[in-house]
């Protein structure tokens, strides 16, 4: 059973429609990265979403999908998002959030190792910091950087999530993206 959300946006179809088409893809996606070659029989798959922000013209929600195989030690869940400004009616990537040229990708990777430390989250191997595609959502004056099951950390500490106030990016945020809006303090 596969949940998703239908977007409803009544200003403008041509940009429902886009919407609709990426989360319907996305969703496609994580099927298919659950399935994929496995060579084993699906038992369940369940798929959920959840709304992460919906105000200031920014709609941020994440897509999750459990899958357990037949005979597997445990159930794998992946997560994705997509962050759409509804503003610029546009689906946001995480540099798109940012200064052109600033280190956002260094100011990020320095907030989630201290996280790290600071939570004594065990890793698999040395943290090397954010890629510039990692997943992200917004929520209210939040930027949580995620990383997927096995990606950094042991299976057991599950889906590390890295809360970043919007208040320690403000000097690189570019102030036209959604980011920016969610700093304002009103």
Known sequence: MVYYPYVFF???NFWENKMNEAIKEQVKKLISDQVGDMPTT????????????NQRQILSLSLSNYTYHQKAAHGMTYIKSLNFDL????????EDLFIPG????????????????????????DFNGIQPNQDFYIADKT???YFQLYE??????????????VFDLTDIIDESSPLSRMAVNN
């Not at 600033?102 to 191997?125: A, C, F, G, M």
């Not at 950094?152 to 106030?165: A, D, K």
């Open 152 to 165: 950094i950390t042991p299976y057991y500490v599950g889906l590390p999530m890295f809360p970043i106030s």
């Open 42 to 53: 699906v038992e369940e798959m369940r798929g959920f979403y959840e709304i992460k922000n």
């Open 87 to 94: 503003e610029k009616q546009k689906i946001c990537k995480l």
């Open 10 to 12: 009544t200003e403008n």
């Open 143 to 145: 930027l949580v950087i």
């Open 102 to 125: 600033s280190d956002y990708i260094k100011r990020i990777s320095s907030l989630v190792n201290i996280q790290i430390h600071e939570r004594d989250i065990p890793l698999l191997d």
